[in-house]
């Protein structure tokens, strides 16, 4: 019988390992729908090992800066990922108002990368910072209104209080309606957060329509591995933080725990259909999207106003 | 006992007042008179520093008065709220008198450096005594000296023609702020009969409303409140860095502390006031941080983030306001410590981040943006404590500005889930979003300034030069750069002045503190914890890399192959397309001479953003003052037995007003 605290820690490990594999099935799918056979469901293990044994290309115009960017991204994703109940357990750390710190840390995070970018002295990474820095800022708006429905309906602020426990919140609960309109607000947040299509395309090759890559062309080797480490951390962050909202209640721990992972699974899934149905959006349109998702929030919260939780 | 206590502040006054006029005697002897400004001021504050700390944290109470001129009374009176304020005058007032050695030591400017001392250890003085002032008569004096000090600091470099109508445009600002003040004042003794600060007995509900309002605006154009602000972002670049940091960290929270005394003072209606400072605190705070991502100017752009902060705490001290009114414990007193929290914090890292301003300029000769880069390299320890400044105010983990803004945000998200009343609700929603944005623009704001001003590239032969500072200029910006840290990490123990000062503002029964430790604590060992997992990961790094081959290499230039340092991203297009967003706030007014004929002159390009609240009330408000006043110049002709008949005329006047009455 294990501990609730050592359950906590060995989920978070999982979490961990999972997260390249699930990176690797946006890939499978995109290939699929491409009619190609795709690269192996472990690629992004592949990568990272690659890149672990390589050497690293420095600019002569970079101080520490540019190395700590990376490395401060890693930390917040994993302390941030540390604060997530997974599959409705208690996670590791916890304490009301850890929401505030988790997203902060995250821009923590964003802070460091964009410095790290502009470290390298060239302009498309600078453009890359701008525009990363400009559409964070449209994001935290709009997961702080999530957040303010989700202190509304619970009464509490720590994200162990929104999705683990009895009170947890989730689709099919009294209030699960209004969670229709979160879940995609969610959503959207997660796909500019983690520079995925409609927002921004991994996969193009022109630095001049680039987010998240062209803020990383200077980083080699291991630097790159850690970055990619932290990304694939921060997408399961958001990834998993829907699948707590979807997953049903009323179940024993292991059901909930597959469950979890299986709905885990349909997300990467749908981010990778959406990815191969969709078209990325004008620049210039992007605001607009992430602002749907703040519009979502903000009708949430006006139904919500009908609720007495 | 508390005699002595009275004497010890009378000695650091005497030593800061001391600081100031010996300079003026030292004239002859540079290098003494340097020496003697720095040295009395900074001793006066450290006295005045810790005497007001201890008594801060025994919350004691003291008072002197003595009557002047026979009926005026002249009383001074230090309580938990005057302490809390006190402390960051002299640690700032230290952190700047110390700096100041350095940074003005140009051997030419004697007499205005002598000068200088003067005056700031009159503005430390000034604002020293407004705080604890219990009349309203030493209030106003002491107000009033402020606004002339600093005006006349402000004229320091009065030989450029921007500086001196800076001055002037600071002086005239004051002053008509000084008269709200004066007529919230009258109104206020006009009702009570007194000219006690400490609450009046009986007032009837309209004119408590109305005094405060009056010195809302009074004290709101010194604090720097949205459409009241147009003096900073021209008073802070005009002034030697270390006056910019005395001004914008402490004198403009003189402000915020006006407008606390006249609060605790006349009690108004808090179900009115608190929206009120809510929706002003996120107006300020949103289109401040907004204004300051389009400057170039590094000291201009520090000015618009003090506009900033003032929000900060005018929404912290708002959502306090709004919890008192709806008697949520909780919900004030986590509002009103997050925004009293943060007048210390924001007097910390503005002067930090002022003072590396001021570094820039020392090493480099100009602050604007655009014409540095890659300092980092040449300045390395003022590039640091800049960056720590940075982190600070964009209210990042683990530095001391998320503190404050956590509790606030803590206070939002408790009202949000209390089951308040729909109005209250809907503010305290416009509070924790307005927070957000905030953040958010201001990790914009201060990746930019980092990245153009300390990294990339240097992109004038003077930023490539540039060198570091004397250690006079470091080690007070160490100091407290250390202080930040300390705060962010352990905020359980620095927090307590601000519950204390909190609780006097809540009334009532001491307040439990026990959430707010419980939460501190939670904060440091997770702020702590986020760095030992930095740390050890910046480990691993390191074994990583050692048996690894680095390599040297110009920046990958996406396949072109002569990129120079002009082609970096600017602070201009670096903030565009986000001041393109928020549009009707912000304007960016453009000059482009294009390329027209075969042979062409040199192209040029400037843009610039336009403060609309400021062209709104030059084009609305300021215009129509100047036409009425203009109308009544004719009473103006410099005759001077005219101005003798107006004074008999207006004496009979008043004569026959009171026979008649």
């Known amino acids: 019988m294990m501990t609730p605290f050592l359950g906590a820690i060995f989920l978070f490990f999982a ?123 449209l994001t935290e708006a709009a997961i702080f209104l999530v957040f303010l429905q989700f202190a509304f309906l619970s009464g509490q602020y720590s994200l162990a209080s929104f999705l683990a426990g009895e009170g947890a919140i989730n689709i099919f609960s009294r209030e699960g309606f209004l969670l229709v309109l979160i879940v995609p607000a969610i959503f959207f947040v997660m796909l500019t957060e983690n520079a995925r299509v409609p927002v921004d395309d991994p996969a193009t090759h022109l630095e001049l329509t680039m987010i998240h890559e062209v803020m990383i062309l200077d980083h080699s080797g291991p630097d790159l591995a850690i970055m990619e480490a932290a ?34 699974l349909l997300i990467y899934l749908a981010i990778g259909v959406l990815e191969s149905i969709t078209a990325r959006l004008k620049m210039d349109q992007v605001p607009k999207f992430i602002l749907t998702s703040f519009a979502l929030a903000f009708f949430a919260i006006i139904l919500s106003l009908e609720v007495t939780p | ?70 009926w005026l009374p002249l009383s001074f009176r230090i309580d938990v709220l005057s302490s809390f304020f006190l402390v960051p005058i002299f640690l700032i007032g230290l952190a700047a008198a110390v700096y100041s050695y350095h940074y003005l030591d140009d051997r030419a400017r004697t007499l205005r450096t002598a000068v200088h001392s003067f005056f700031l250890s009159l503005l430390i003085l000034s604002m020293a005594l407004v705080v604890i002032a219990d009349s309203m008569i030493s209030f106003v004096l002491a107000w009033e000296v402020m606004s002339v000090a600093s005006a006349a600091l402000i004229l320091y470099n009065y030989g450029e023609k921007a500086n001196r109508r800076a001055a002037y445009r600071y002086f005239i600002f004051s002053q008509g702020g000084g008269l ?20 009046p007995a009986a007032l009837p509900q309209d004119a408590r409303l109305a005094i405060f309002l009056l010195g809302l605006i009074g004290f709101g154009s010194k604090a720097g409140i949205m459409p009241l602000h147009f003096w900073l972002p021209y008073a802070h670049p005009a002034a030697p860095s270390h006056v910019s940091a005395l001004m914008s960290g402490v004198m403009i929270k003189i402000g915020i502390y006006g407008i606390l005394r006249l609060y605790q003072c006349v009690a108004p209606d808090a179900h009115i006031v608190g929206p009120l400072l809510i929706i002003l605190g996120a107006f300020s705070g949103t289109v401040g941080v907004l204004y300051a991502l389009g400057q170039h100017d590094l000291k201009r752009l520090l000015a618009y983030h003090s506009v900033e902060n003032i929000g900060i705490i005018l929404v912290g001290i708002g959502v306090g306001i709004l919890g008192i009114s709806a008697q949520r414990p909780f919900i004030a007193l986590f509002g009103l410590t997050g925004g009293l929290l943060h007048v210390w914090n924001h007097a910390l890292f503005k002067s930090l981040l002022f003072m590396g301003a001021g570094n820039v300029l020392h090493g480099v000769g100009t602050v604007n943006m655009n014409r540095l880069g890659g300092l980092m390299k040449n300045m390395p320890k003022t590039g640091i404590l800049f960056l720590v400044g940075s982190l600070a105010i964009c209210g990042l983990p683990p530095l001391n500005g998320f503190i404050s803004e956590f509790f606030i945000f803590v206070a939002g998200l408790n009202g949000t889930g209390a089951g308040l009343e729909p109005m209250p609700f809907l503010f305290i929603v416009l509070a924790v979003l307005s927070l957000a944005v905030i953040g958010g623009l201001a990790v914009a704001c201060f990746t930019k300034v980092v990245g153009v001003v300390f990294l990339g590239a240097p992109r004038t032969e003077a930023a490539l030069h540039a060198h570091e500072c004397r250690w006079t200029m470091i080690v007070p910006m160490i100091c407290i750069g250390a202080v930040c840290l300390a705060i962010g990490l352990f905020p359980g123990i620095f927090s307590m002045p601000a519950v204390m000062a909190a609780g006097g503002i809540m009334g009532g029964d001491a307040p439990d503190i026990t959430a707010i430790l419980d939460l501190s604590r939670s904060i440091s060992l997770a702020g702590g914890g986020f760095l030992l997992f930095l740390g050890l990961l910046i480990y691993l790094r390191r074994l990583l890399y050692r048996s690894r081959q680095v390599a040297h290499a110009p920046t990958w230039g996406c396949g072109f192959t002569a990129p120079t340092a002009r082609m970096q991203y600017t602070s201009s297009s670096y903030a565009r397309s986000i001041l393109q967003f928020y549009r009707p706030f912000t304007r960016i007014r453009e000059e482009y001479r294009e390329i027209e004929s075969v042979l062409p002159p040199p192209a040029a390009y400037r843009s610039h953003l336009v403060d609309r609240m400021e062209d709104w009330g030059d084009r609305y408000i300021g215009r129509n003052i100047e036409r009425f006043c203009s109308r009544l110049r004719f009473i103006q002709h410099g005759f001077i037995q005219f101005y003798i008949a107006y004074i008999v005329v207006a004496l009979i006047v008043l004569l026959l007003y009171q026979l008649v009455r």
């Open chain 2, 1 to 70: 006992m508390a005699c002595d206590r009275k004497m010890i502040y009378l000695s650091s006054f005497l030593l800061i007042g001391t600081g100031g006029i010996i300079p003026l005697f030292l004239m002859h002897r540079f290098s003494l008179m340097r020496l003697a400004g720095p040295a009395g001021i900074g001793s006066g504050c450290i006295v005045g520093f810790v005497c007001s700390l201890t008594d801060l944290l025994a919350a004691t109470t003291r008072t002197v008065s003595w009557a002047w001129l026979g």
């Open chain 1, 15 to 137: 979490s961990l390992f999972l997260a390249p594999f699930l990176m690797g099935v946006i890939l499978k799918v995109k290939a699929f729908f491409g009619g190609k056979k795709g690269p192996s469901l472990l690629i992004k293990y592949h990568t990272l090992a690659k890149l672990l044994r390589k050497g690293s290309v420095y600019s002569r115009s970079t101080t520490f800066i540019f190395g700590l960017g990376p490395l401060v991204s890693l930390a917040a994703s994993l302390t941030g990922l540390a604060f997530l109940p997974i599959a409705g357990q208690n996670p590791v750390f916890s304490f009301p108002g850890d929401v505030v710190f988790v997203w902060y840390l995250f821009g923590l995070a964003r802070f460091f990368v964009a410095a790290a970018a502009l470290d390298t002295a060239s302009p498309f990474e600078g453009m890359g910072a701008a525009r990363e820095v400009f559409f964070g800022l």
């Open chain 1, 231 to 264: 990304v694939f951390a921060r997408m399961f962050f958001y990834a998993a933080f829907i699948a707590d909202l979807l997953l049903p209640g009323g179940f024993g721990p292991g059901m909930r725990i597959l469950l979890f992972f299986l709905l885990l």
């Open chain 2, 180 to 199: 709200f003040v004066l007529a919230a004042f009258g109104l206020l003794f006009s009702a009570s009969g007194s000219f006690s600060l400490a609450a």
